[in-house]
């Protein structure tokens, strides 16, 4: 019985290490040094908004009409399973920046092999067919699709990507040719995608195949230090050790379409020195006692942070430019040691009661102006007085220079031992420092981790009313805007497996409605909108042309000698 029960154990214990090892299916076609992909669930995102109910949407009516669309493209906006594709799978893009630009893949399961055959004929009429391996291509520059009777790969050649970059558009608006002198063989790159190893794709990576496994409609995947590749070649860049920040680094998420609201949860893995550093010092709870405190009745937008001083000293070392922050610090009258005893680690910053008033300075023509007025508070807790006494006076007198002699600073600010805040008046600063706000109902939703923040999209629609409703067309989108959204809130910090997570939730006015329908809707409104926008304008432009004389508009025959 022991050795059955213990054969029984290792038995299972090799299942699991397997099925934890297992790669995953999505990822053996894309390149492990794919910039972006992003992962669509057919079936779920189907499930929640119809391709009819997407139809009837007037953009996209407008597109199925449109004479510049090709055949093809009107075939499958009618009936996407008319292209031969399984539209209720897994459906991937995903996007390689390389030597000589880049390009775009689209990939997914085939339903049936002759109408995916057929519809890719109509966007590469005459193109040149082959077939290695059972796998069949059909090419023609700048495109190429690879099929099994399972499996496509739709290839796009997207050489601008290779200016993406800062330094090539400067080129660019330098009249310098940067176009590559190579064009892409872009039937062997479609090629290559089919004899990837999954070494070399993103069928063993770990990460993604976690990604996958996560529940929702769609997913993404940025990865970080392939985009900053380029950037650190730049010497000023390699002057520091910013790679420190980028190796290592991605990015990951997961969305979801729920009723009256949008759910993300991000991912941002890091490489493994800045992971230690994180460990050590990035395990903080923003104040909640401090998030009540921000005056005002309408609170516009929040936000806190909550970090370890000695943290920043630390990263500052590790990207090799602690000297360069020292003198920097030392001219103005502190180190970075006093900055450390100074701050508890805490920040809030904070905008309320936001609205446009009238400007007192009339402008041209006497035309009255308006300006936003808003209440602001930006907060932080108190280590050492003494030391954030230095903090304050070196405050001063780089005040004191950046200002003209006869002006006032915009704002005021004061402490109370505990915290310091800085207001755009000394009553709201005071407000802050001895007073809880009972207006504030969402804290529980962002709190409890380091970082955490809100914004209330409706008041600040709200705010610039009048602005949006001087015509019926803007009027109309701003109703349609104000009848959609709500308000997002965000937190994050936890650190686990190499990532940081963070959660952000977008709200919907409406609440019973699920949000892909809402948005899907919401597109149908700014179509109609922009739809009659153009044929008033299309009007107005011929009743202009019917007021202006024949003999101005056709110039009269040359007189004859």
């Known amino acids: 019985m022991q050795i059955h029960f213990r054969n029984l154990l290792l038995g299972s214990a090799v299942l699991l290490m397997a099925s934890c090892s297992k790669p995953n299916t999505q990822g053996k076609l894309i390149p492990k040094e794919a910039a972006f992909v ?50 209720k799978t897994d459906l991937l893009f995903f996007a390689l920046q390389d030597s000589i630009g880049g390009y775009v893949a689209f990939e997914g399961t085939i339903k049936n092999e002759d109408q995916f055959k057929n519809f890719i004929k109509t966007f590469a009429a005459d193109g040149s067919e082959n077939e290695a391996d059972g796998i069949k291509f059909i090419s023609k520059a700048p495109f190429c699709a690879g099929y099994t009777k399972d499996k496509f790969v739709y290839l796009f050649d997207a050489p601008q990507m290779s200016q993406m970059d800062a330094l090539s558009g400067r080129m660019q608006r330098d009249s310098i040719d940067i176009t590559p002198s190579k064009p892409r063989d872009i039937f062997s790159t479609c090629k290559a995608l089919f004899a990837l190893s999954e070494s070399n794709s993103l069928a063993k990576n770990d990460k993604f195949t976690a990604l996958l496994k996560e529940n929702g409609d769609m997913h993404f995947w940025m990865n970080t230090e392939q985009l900053t590749k380029g950037a650190m070649n730049n010497p000023m860049m390699a002057m520091a050790n910013l790679d420190k920040l980028y190796k290592g680094s991605l990015t990951t998420g997961t969305l979801n379409f729920e009723n ?45 942070i909550a970090y370890k001083p000695e943290g920043i000293k630390e990263l500052l070392k590790l990207l090799g430019v602690d000297g360069i922050a020292n003198m920097g610090l030392s001219n103005v009258g502190f180190t970075m040691d006093d900055f450390i005893k100074a701050n508890k680690g805490d920040l809030v910053l904070g905008l309320s009661d936001l609205s446009m008033k009238k400007d007192s ?31 304050i006076n ?13 002006s006032k600073a915009p704002f005021a600010y004061s402490d109370n031992g505990s915290y310091f805040a800085i207001a755009n008046s000394k009553e709201n600063a ?13 804290i529980n939703k962002i709190n409890g981790q380091a ?43 936890d650190f686990k497996d190499g990532a940081i ?34 044929a008033k304008e299309k009007t107005a432009s011929m009743a202009m042309d019917a007021t202006i004389p024949i003999e101005d508009v056709v110039a009269p025959p040359a007189s004859k000698k």
């Open 501 to 534: 997570a963070q959660t952000v939730e977008v709200n919907l006015v409406d609440k019973t409605t699920n949000s892909l329908k809402q948005l899907n809707q919401y597109a149908a409104k700014l179509g109609e909108i922009y739809k009659a926008r153009k």
């Open 38 to 87: 992003i992962q669509v669930d057919g079936k779920s995102l189907s499930s929640k908004l119809s391709w009819d109910e997407i139809k009837q949407n007037p953009v996209f009516a407008e597109a199925s009409k449109d004479s510049t669309v090709p055949a093809g493209m009107k075939v499958i906006l009618n009936n996407p399973d008319s292209a031969g594709i399984d539209t």
């Open 394 to 406: 070196a405050g001063k007198k780089l005040g004191e220079k950046g200002l003209p002699a006869d």
């Open 361 to 391: 300075a009339a402008g041209e023509m006497g035309y009255v102006s308006e300006k936003p007025d808003f209440n602001f508070i930006f907060a932080t807790s108190i280590g050492d007085k003494d030391a954030f006494n230095k903090l």
């Open 260 to 304: 009256g609201k949008i759910n993300v949860d991000v991912k941002s893995y890091v490489g493994d020195e800045l992971g230690k550093l994180y460990k050590k010092y990035g395990d903080g709870k923003v104040s909640e006692d401090m998030l009540k405190r921000m005056p005002g009745k309408d609170i516009i937008g929040l936000m806190a």
């Open 451 to 493: 970082f955490g923040g809100y914004l209330n999209i409706h008041l600040l629609l709200k705010a610039f009313e009048k602005e949006a409703t001087k015509d019926s067309s803007a009027s109309a989108v701003y109703d349609a805007s104000l009848k959609l959204w709500d308000n997002l809130l965000f937190k994050g910090g």
């Open 430 to 442: 005071d407000k802050f420092l001895s007073a809880t706000n009972p207006n504030i109902d969402f």
